[in-house]
Each structure stands twice: as C-alpha cells, then as structure tokens.
C-alpha cells in the first residue's frame, strides 16, 4: 500500500504559468518534505512542515510555496515557473524532526517540465 | 559546496560478485550516515544506516563501513543480485541540521 502519494507524477507547465503539486500520507507523520533534485543532482531540501510550522531553507526561491492545510495533505506551489524550475519534486515523511535519526519515507516523485 | 560526493556516477557489477559504492563527506560534523535506494518511478527507500560512534554496521547482504578520518564511507553488497540494480544515495547528518544527499551512484548487476 502506498503511504507517500504523489499527484501528478508528470507535470508539463509553461513557462511563467503557476503550477501546483500534491502529496498525500497515510502515515500521520508529523514532519512533510519538499525536495526539488536536478537531473544527475542530489536532492536538494527546500523547505518542511512540522506539523503546521513551516521552516524554510534559506536558498530556496521566493517562487516556491507550501501549504499543508491538514496532517495528511502538502502542496508545493511554484508561482512563475522558469526552465530552471524544471526537475523531479520529491515529497518525503518523516514521524519527528527534520533533523532527527528518524526515517524518511519518500514518495515516488513528480517529474516537471516547464516548456 | 558539495557536503556529501559520490564520485562514481555509476558501477556495473556481475551477479553473485561484491558491489562496492563510495561516499566522501567534507562536514566532520556528520554524525549519522544513511544509504537510501532508488527503483525507476519509485522514491527513495531507506537501506542502512551508520552512527559516528561505529565503523561498520551490517544487515544481511548489505554492510557499511566508515572511516572518519578519511570522511569517507562505502555500501558493500555481498553477493550482489540483479534486483539490486537501482540508484544509491549516501546521505548524512548533523545534529541539528538537515539531511544532505549526495547526487547518487547508479548500480547494475548483471546476470
């Protein structure tokens, strides 16, 4: 059963025209992800929930967005995609702190393309 | 600045031989290491992991070793299989601090 689901896994935008991506758990997990990882690249995070607390990486554009209106549910919100923006957006759980031991559970990722 | 560097890209290994993936870390801070595995259209899944306060850690097939002084760390999988074949991320930890991938080291066994 899956327990980090991602929606769309294919995302083709133009450029400029906002986008939104969805993940979903199933793991009541307290802490949600968003990593953004380039072809050939390391993930890279660009911010996270605790709970309803969001905590933002300090080089992660304005561009980028979250809502996490509920325990289950996080959106990544891009407002201007660029071709730079282009790239696998991975969401990934953990049951504590981003910066405990504690596993993290990936989904399987959607794939942007910003034409 | 690359915290966490697979340097190898990827590794092609025969069935039943040892894989042998790399990591190096700059950050002496590290003091957790993990290792994830990627299928195609899958995400990432935890494999193994290794606190600083040891130098090997095993799980059946799979071992780690880290050498702190050389702030290097490797995945040995003994004997390798053809549904090992997948991505492999290192990753690392610094109390307080996020978790920093490196870009990744593609294995494939072959049968």
């Known amino acids: 059963d899956a327990m980090v689901i991602q929606n769309p896994r294919y995302q083709v935008t133009q450029f400029g025209k906002p986008v939104t991506l969805s993940c979903s758990q199933t793991?009541?997990?307290?802490?949600m992800y968003w990593y953004q990882q380039k072809s050939s690249q390391a993930p890279k995070l660009l911010f996270h929930?605790?709970?309803?607390?969001?905590?933002n990486e300090a080089d992660t554009p304005d561009n980028f967005q979250s809502r996490r209106p509920n325990t289950s549910f996080c959106f990544l919100d891009i407002r201007s995609p660029g071709l730079g923006d282009a790239a696998m957006y991975l969401c990934a759980t953990s049951k504590t702190g981003v910066t405990s031991t504690d596993t993290q559970y990936f989904g399987p990722g959607t794939r942007l393309t910003v034409l | 600045d690359q915290q966490v560097k697979q340097n190898s890209p990827s590794l092609s290994v025969q069935e039943g031989r040892i894989s042998i993936l790399n990591c190096d870390y700059t950050?002496?801070?590290?003091?957790?290491f993990l290792w994830y595995k990627k299928y195609p259209a899958e995400g990432p899944t935890f494999l193994i992991s290794i606190s600083s306060i040891k130098d090997k850690n095993e799980d059946g097939r799979f071992t780690v070793f880290l050498n702190k002084s050389a702030k290097h760390l490797s995945l040995h999988i003994v004997p390798s299989q053809p549904g090992d074949s997948a991505v492999y991320f290192c990753a690392a930890l610094e109390y307080g601090n996020k978790l920093v991938f490196g870009a990744g080291t593609i294995l494939r066994v072959k049968s």
């Open positions: 929930y605790y709970d309803k607390d969001f905590n």
């Open positions: 793991l009541n997990h307290n802490v």
């Open positions: 950050n002496s801070m590290f003091d957790y």
